[in-house]
């Protein structure tokens, strides 16, 4: 297994809430959900090898559960629906 480079991290207590949630849905530790998400976006925006973009799952963690619909970087998402009226507003 290659040698992992330990690095501090300072992020907004809101994201990091979110992060940790999220790592706990998918049954990850938030190092795991943070190395797994820059792993997909670096991958997707094509910096990243192929064979690396799937992170080995540390001993005792289970591997990455599959893409879902709503897992697209934000860009290729539809745009939501504007409310009523909002079209029709200007700055």
């Known amino acids: 297994m ?6 501090l991290l300072r ?3 809101d994201l990091y809430a979110a992060l940790a949630r999220w790592a706990g849905d ?3 530790s938030l190092n795991g959900q943070i190395e797994f998400l820059l792993s997909r976006a670096l991958a997707g925006a ?6 690396a973009t799937q992170p080995a799952a540390p001993a005792g ?3 990455a559960p599959a893409p879902r619909p709503d897992d697209r970087a934000p860009e290729a998402r539809p745009a939501p629906p504007s409310p009523a009226g909002w ?3 200007e700055d």
Do not use: N, S, V
Not at 46 to 51: D, N, Q, S, V, W
């Open 2 to 7: 290659a040698e992992r480079k330990p690095f």
């Open 87 to 89: 079209d029709a507003m």
């Open 61 to 63: 963690e289970p591997h």
């Open 46 to 51: 094509g910096r990243l090898k192929p064979a």
């Open 26 to 28: 998918e049954m990850r």
């Open 11 to 13: 992020i907004d207590p």
